[in-house]
């Protein structure tokens, strides 16, 4: 956990209001992991006060990518960064995605600006997994493909891929493949991985979910990001997850 | 120059002004990656009750303009847990350790005290009688100066260490309060807790958190608290903690010259976990630029 002022090298836009942040931030490479994430002060000032969490997109040599879209103040700051200005980031954060159990066939599954973290994750996926991409999005003009590959897409209003949502999209997606040993990765809003959560649990398929919510610190102190356990205990997300197996959390 | 930063809060000797703020540092291992706790005054632990609380349900904050609302809910391990998990960390911290203590009812107030007072690790108890987050206790307690005035008598009877009550701005005259604690054998108070405060979605109409009200802190509450601050210190003799938007050691030293022997750092932990540190040198500075050879001798220097 490092808090260093870094450099933008480039802040490029992807698609419709989703832009690809890269800042040079050697000292912190070491230390990344696929699903963990970074709590950034886009401004010096008081207005917007708090640090904004942002997953882990990629990394390239020396420099940390994230992916991010532009929703509320703070990321309308941070999109009008140019290459040479300085972000404040606190890091890395959380934990990852368990990836070093092997399963024949690894499905990712983002809803929008949920497709982030899996850039990276896919790097570090062993080169004998198979995998595939399934990206949800509301239209056309949200996808992009930076990072993945093997993409199916599902979207709102049959645009691209499939009408329908991600969920939809999987069901056909594993019938189509035929695979016994499948592991999930998603990341997106409450609403699909809740039902997701439903879908998985009903076919007994391994999962694992990033979770997001508004939080301050992003380390454990403020207390701002609880989720329930199973055990109806609270968790923070930002400490406990983002990751966390879909079988032991209340979404 | 060398510069005296200690402070004296009646009987409670600190190395300087600075206290990192309850619920603001939990019970110190996080923040420990960032900030020496040894280097600092000390820390007032995350509020801490006789049986473990959950909290409340998400969402549980949410920004705003300059600040921030939090709706916790005292969540915390519990008593037991407290000592027998997080008092041996802090003991080899090297820091003034405050215990803040929140109850539902003056004899949970009472039997808290009563079984911390045994902990040497622990310095002093500061009483929470301000929370605006929970439905027992808390604000209920700060609302009625009856109330508090029977917690602080009944706390003091069980320890002879120093105790600090924590007040509410969400009252009409903290001095009334500020008063009571005085003369019911208290030994400093600080001010202020979080100001109560709301914020709704215009598109679904409902309340941001799940609460519905939360806490209002950050740099939007400090104008309010340095004014309860002079209020108290106008009025009533007894040491003032300064606590409310503290970012930078310019707004520390602020407090000290309005009327506060030591300050409270509470959201700029959150933002800059390092705040605290960064305090320290300046305020040490200040005083050196200012050929000021201890920092207490800022304490209420105001000119009005």
Not at chain 2, 31 to 53: A, H, M, N, Q, Y
Not at chain 2, 152 to 167: A, N
Not at chain 2, 202 to 213: F, G, H, M, Q, V
Request: proline fraction near 5%; hydrophobic fraction near 40%.
């Amino acid at each position: 956990m490092l808090i260093k002022d870094v450099f933008v090298q480039s802040n490029q836009k992807i698609a419709e209001n989703t832009f690809l942040l890269k800042v040079n931030a050697e000292e912190y490479i070491p230390y990344v992991k696929p699903g963990q994430f970074f709590n950034i002060k886009v401004n010096n000032n008081s207005y917007p006060l708090l640090r904004r969490p942002f997953s882990i997109s990629d990394v390239e040599g020396d420099s940390i990518l994230f992916m991010y879209k532009v929703v509320g103040e703070g990321t309308r700051i941070l999109a009008n960064k140019v290459v040479g200005d300085q972000i404040n980031i606190l890091g890395p954060l959380g934990n990852q995605f368990s990836i070093n159990e092997s399963s024949n066939h690894v499905i990712l599954i983002g809803g929008g600006i949920g497709i982030a973290p899996f850039p990276y994750l896919i790097k570090q996926l062993p080169n004998s997994v198979k995998y595939s991409v399934l990206f949800g999005v509301r239209t056309e003009k949200e996808v992009h493909s930076y990072g993945l590959k093997n993409i199916l897409y599902s979207s709102d209003d049959g645009t691209v891929g499939i009408k329908g949502n991600t969920i939809e999209l999987l069901d056909i997606h594993l019938k189509q493949i035929a695979e016994k040993d499948v592991k999930i990765f998603a990341c997106g809003p409450n609403p699909m991985l809740k039902a997701l959560q439903e879908y998985t649990n009903n076919k007994n398929i391994e999962c694992e979910v990033s979770m997001e919510s508004a939080m301050a610190c992003g380390f454990g102190i403020c207390q701002g990001c609880p989720i329930e356990n199973k055990d109806n205990n609270y968790k923070l997300i930002c400490k406990d997850g983002p990751v966390f197996n879909i079988r032991d959390i209340m979404i | 120059m060398s510069v005296d930063l200690s402070v004296n809060i009646g009987s409670l000797k600190l190395k300087n002004p600075i206290l990192l703020a309850s619920g603001t540092v939990g019970y110190g291992n996080e923040i420990s990656e960032f900030v020496d706790l040894s280097k600092i005054g000390g820390i007032v632990t995350k509020s801490i009750s006789l049986k473990p609380r959950k909290g409340n349900p998400p969402q549980r904050i949410v920004e705003t303009s300059s600040g921030m609302l939090n709706a916790i809910g005292l969540a915390n391990v519990g008593l037991e847990l407290f000592i027998k998990e997080k008092i041996p960390f802090l003991k080899n911290l090297g820091s003034t350790l405050i215990c803040n203590i929140a109850a539902s009812s003056i004899e949970e107030y009472v039997e808290c005290v009563d079984i911390l007072d045994k902990e040497e690790t622990i310095k002093a108890f500061e009483i929470n009688v301000s929370c605006p987050n929970v439905k027992e206790g808390g604000l209920i307690f700060g609302n009625d100066v009856k109330a508090v005035a029977k917690i602080t008598e009944k706390v003091r009877g069980k320890t002879s260490k120093p105790i600090i009550i924590k007040l509410s701005p969400n009252n009409s005259n903290i001095v009334d309060y500020a008063k009571i604690a005085k003369q019911e054998g208290a030994d400093a108070v600080s001010a202020i807790n979080t100001l109560v405060g709301t914020s709704f979605d215009i598109y679904s109409k409902k309340p941001k958190i799940k609460n519905i009200t939360g806490g209002l802190s950050g740099p939007a509450i400090k104008p309010v608290a340095l004014a309860k601050v002079l209020e108290i210190s106008k009025e009533v003799d007894i040491p003032i903690i300064g606590i409310g938007g503290i970012m930078n050691w310019k707004d520390a030293v602020e407090f000290m010259i309005v009327g506060a022997s030591a300050f409270q750092i509470g959201t700029a932990n959150f933002i800059n976990p390092k705040a605290s540190m960064e305090i320290l040198d300046g305020i040490k500075k200040y005083c050196q630029e200012n050929t000021i050879s201890k920092i207490s001798d800022i304490i209420r220097t105001r000119k009005i």
